[in-house]
């Protein structure tokens, strides 16, 4: 009896790697600061982060939301795993010599209440993301990427602003501040991933033409938990 063949992509893992590395680096070093340009208050992270969301398109595009899923599931581990060693590393005691315990606890001492908040609006927000996305291209029949890119970017990215800020600093943020911060970000996702259209189309196309798959979501079982492949 033969065992079927599993198909083998030149750029999934490559893909997968740059988009956990991505996540990591945007979350630990800028989720939890403020900062103003031209007088705009903005989150950190916001350069960077939405970045990932162009992966999740990508990912979803060519191969489809299973493959996507699996995406987001390892960056919620590495997320997960990553905040456990931060924590553990804090939580060791400091030799003597050594006088620089505040500053590490103030850049990587998030509280249980953010990393808790940043992993369920990045779990939600993304699946939510490549759903839209699925779906649109079934409903339109692979036509008129731009609709799928910026659709999917405005319900992903609005459920994850309106989980992770509220969640992570209601009450420690004066309200009129958490609300401008988190208008203004996620307006600026939108817009970012707008302008990275052009960008996002070269890259869907030439990923399906060297990897020969150009993925439909006809019969997809669209649970965030199920590990079919």
């Excluded at 490559?14 to 031209?38: D, E, P, Y």
């Excluded at 997320?79 to 620089?100: D, G, K, T, Y």
């Excluded at 302008?195 to 030439?206: A, D, K, N, S």
Aim: with cysteine; net charge positive.
């Amino acid at each position: 009896m033969r065992t079927p063949s599993i198909k083998v992509f030149r750029y999934y893992d490559l893909i997968m790697s740059a988009f956990v590395t991505l996540l990591l680096c945007s979350n630990l070093i800028g989720a939890t600061k403020v900062c103003q340009v031209w007088g705009v208050s903005f989150g950190g992270t916001l350069l960077f982060f939405p970045i990932t969301y162009l992966f999740g398109d990508i990912l979803t595009e060519v191969y489809g939301y299973k493959r996507s899923r699996k995406v987001v599931w390892v960056g919620f581990c590495a997320m997960a795993f990553a905040s456990l060693v931060c924590w553990i590393i804090l939580a060791l005691p400091a030799a003597p010599s050594w006088n620089h315990q505040s500053e590490l606890q103030q850049v990587f001492g998030q509280t249980p209440r953010i990393v808790a908040a940043s992993l369920g609006a990045y779990f939600i927000g993304e699946l939510s993301n490549s759903y839209v996305l699925a779906k649109l291209k079934v409903f339109t029949q692979g036509k008129w990427l731009w609709t799928r890119v910026v659709g999917s970017t405005i319900i992903g990215e609005g459920i994850d602003s309106m989980i992770f800020y509220p969640c992570a600093f209601l009450g420690q943020w004066s309200t009129a501040l958490l609300i401008e911060v988190m208008l203004t970000s996620y307006i600026f996702k939108v817009i970012w991933e707008t302008l990275m259209m052009p960008f996002t189309y070269r890259i869907v196309y030439q990923l399906k033409k060297i990897e020969q798959e150009d993925y439909y979501d006809y019969n997809t079982d669209f649970s965030p938990f199920s590990f079919k492949a």
